[in-house]
């Protein structure tokens, strides 16, 4: 990923706006990413990938049983089993996406993050 690496190399650097600017980079190819066509893609390059080194295919799920303990409180739910290793892998896919965007606005949006970019401006 070649954004997280400008990030990187923008984060050393002496200006405040370099680093901004990297990070909303960043921000803009995860965004980018987050699409059901690149997801589709990178698990198909995945596939054959493990194809290629002729690794075994992922065990299916096994379904667990939660404790007898827990079977009759407020919370008891069954566990949930993804119907394809797809399902279970777009989940995590999409997920680790949103935790990246998350991340990076969380620490790039600060309110006075803008009041340092101007007066460093000036």
Known sequence: MRSCEELAVSLQ?????????????????????????????????????????????????????????????????????FATHQDKVRKLYFEALDILDSAAETRFSHPRLETLLTAGST
């Open 13 to 81: 650097s002496m200006t405040l706006s370099a680093v901004v600017a990297g990070a909303n980079i960043l921000r803009q190819t995860l965004s980018s990413l987050q699409t059901e066509e690149k997801f589709s893609a990178m698990y198909a390059q995945a596939q054959q990938a493990t194809e290629q080194i002729n690794l075994d295919k992922p065990a299916p799920d096994i379904k667990r049983n939660p404790p007898l303990r827990y079977e009759h409180t407020a919370n008891a739910e069954e566990s949930h089993v």
